[in-house]
């Protein structure tokens, strides 16, 4: 697959998911943006020998206004861009038995990383897409959105239902402007945040909900994203995607 000519901004590239697609997208020859917040040195070690393919761009994702500066900082530093894979996210427990406030903290929490800072990215690139005459959204959303998740991670659930809605939204009322939008739906995939649930739960558990022998890896999801970046699946506009090892077929 060729990329050369593909500016493209990955929201928590830094590790998991989000790095790989970032790898994938450099090595497919794609101008990458590769945003972080904590992980400065992991989003630099993933851009060596690519030094000038990337750049890397930190915010916080949970503050509206270090949201709006990455959009900007990105701009400037890609030039322009192409296509956007909102990726970044946080999955975060919260059971019922905890106190009311602790519940809610964890869902404002997790709503403004998952879906609020999303939105906000989307509402900038539809402005941005309208003024070059086209561009990509690709959200990163969730089986959970679909099979409904376990108790201790509704917020995550209702943040993943709300970013599936979001990409079909804007799929239907910006087509006509050559904006695309689509949703990769990763059922469990190994990375930090499945291996913190796999240590409480154990392996077997995630395995007896999946028809392959072995779970997902970030690699195996990263080169449908640079399918969609490069236009090939451009009709395919509004489309979920899941990528889940046979989860619904189990
Ligand atoms: N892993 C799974 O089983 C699975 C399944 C379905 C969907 N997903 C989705 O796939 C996406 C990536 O997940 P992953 O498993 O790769 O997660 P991960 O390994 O935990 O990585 C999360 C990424 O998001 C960034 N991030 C977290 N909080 C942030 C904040 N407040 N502001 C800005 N960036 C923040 C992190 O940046 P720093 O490290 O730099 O702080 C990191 O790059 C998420 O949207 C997740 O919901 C994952």
């Known amino acids: 697959m ?65 949201v709006a500066r990455l959009w900007d900082t990105a701009v400037t530093a890609l030039g322009h861009i192409d296509t956007v894979v909102l990726n970044a996210g946080v999955f975060l427990s919260h059971l019922p ?23 906000l990215l989307t509402h900038r690139a539809i402005l941005h897409f309208r ?53 990769v739906a990763p059922g469990f995939t190994r990375t930090a945040m499945a291996e913190a649930f796999i240590a409480e739960h154990g392996e077997q558990r995630v395995l007896d909900e999946i028809a392959l022998n072995t779970l997902t890896r970030p690699e195996d999801v990263a080169p449908l994203i640079g399918f969609m970046c490069s236009g090939q699946m451009d009709h395919a506009t509004g489309t979920v995607v899941d990528v889940n090892a046979g989860s619904y077929m189990h």
């Open 97 to 119: 038995s905890q106190t009311p406030e602790a519940w809610w903290e964890t869902w404002k929490t997790t709503l403004a990383i998952n879906l609020d800072a999303p939105g």
């Open 131 to 183: 003024a070059q005459g086209g561009g990509r959204l690709i959200y990163i959303g969730s089986r959970a959105a679909f099979r409904g998740e376990t108790d201790a991670y509704l917020a995550y659930a209702a943040s993943k239902g709300g970013l599936t809605s979001l990409a079909r939204s804007v799929a239907r009322s910006f087509g006509k402007e050559n904006i695309t939008a689509m949703v």
């Open 2 to 66: 060729d990329l050369h000519g593909q500016n493209i901004l990955v929201t928590g590239a830094s590790q998991g998911i989000g790095a790989a697609i970032a790898r994938y997208l450099l090595e497919q020859g794609a101008r990458v943006g590769l945003h972080y917040n904590r992980n400065k040195e992991a989003a630099l070690k993933l851009l060596e020998g690519f030094e000038s393919q990337g750049v890397p761009l930190q915010a916080n994702l949970e503050a509206p206004e270090e």
